[in-house]
């Protein structure tokens, strides 16, 4: 099952693609979006990211998508669920990015909610994890709304992370 295309109040969602490569570099060298992601992003790795997501697609029937403002068609940002590893055991994880002109806006917590609906009701996922560098109060609060709990403080990336999950009410392993 794959849900390629997803609406939100504002946003309309495409799965990424590699049609979508020059948002996707756009936004990986965008130094204000990149400070809390690992910072900005060479053209190959750029590439060597959305080969990965694309990936999470073949493999899982999910991934990103690319978000749009549906009045305007402007390029918000991305956001979607993939299989990592953190912490040494498999996750479904909640990532999301937005340009900065869309910051404070609300739309990554409608991104999230959206996204994570689909983790529980179409792949019956028992739970979905999401992290920050610990000083990204901001994405915090973000988890917080969607409805993410704190389950504690890890190390990703060699840096200090905050982990939150989000338990699926409808699955009872969860």
């Known amino acids: 099952m794959q849900v390629e295309l997803i609406e939100t109040h504002r946003l309309r969602g495409e799965r990424v693609r590699k049609l979508h490569c020059?948002?996707?570099?756009d936004m990986g060298?965008?130094?204000?979006?990149?400070?809390?992601?690992?910072?900005?992003?060479?053209?190959?790795?750029?590439?060597?990211?959305?080969?990965?997501?694309?990936?999470?697609?073949?493999?899982?029937?999910?991934?990103?998508?690319m978000f749009f403002d549906k009045a305007t068609e402007a390029f918000v940002g991305r956001g979607g669920i993939r299989r990592v590893i953190v912490n040494a055991n498999e996750?479904?994880?909640?990532?999301?990015?937005?340009?900065?002109?869309?910051?404070?806006?609300?739309?990554?917590?409608?991104?999230?909610?959206?996204v994570v609906s689909i983790a529980f009701d179409?792949?019956?996922?028992?739970?979905?994890?999401?992290?920050?560098?610990?000083?990204?109060?901001?994405?915090?609060k973000v988890m917080q709304k969607i409805g993410f709990s704190f389950e504690g403080n890890i190390t990703h990336a060699n840096m200090p992370h905050v982990l939150y999950r989000y338990r699926n009410p409808s699955c009872s392993a969860a």
């Open 22 to 25: 020059h948002i996707w570099l």
């Open 29 to 65: 060298s965008n130094p204000e979006v990149m400070a809390t992601l690992g910072g900005t992003w060479s053209r190959e790795k750029a590439q060597e990211k959305m080969r990965w997501n694309c990936e999470q697609w073949e493999r899982y029937g999910h991934g990103q998508w």
């Open 91 to 114: 996750e479904v994880e909640l990532g999301y990015a937005l340009m900065p002109e869309f910051w404070g806006k609300g739309l990554a917590v409608e991104i999230g909610k959206k």
């Open 122 to 140: 179409v792949f019956c996922y028992p739970s979905v994890v999401c992290y920050t560098l610990a000083n990204n109060k901001k994405s915090e």
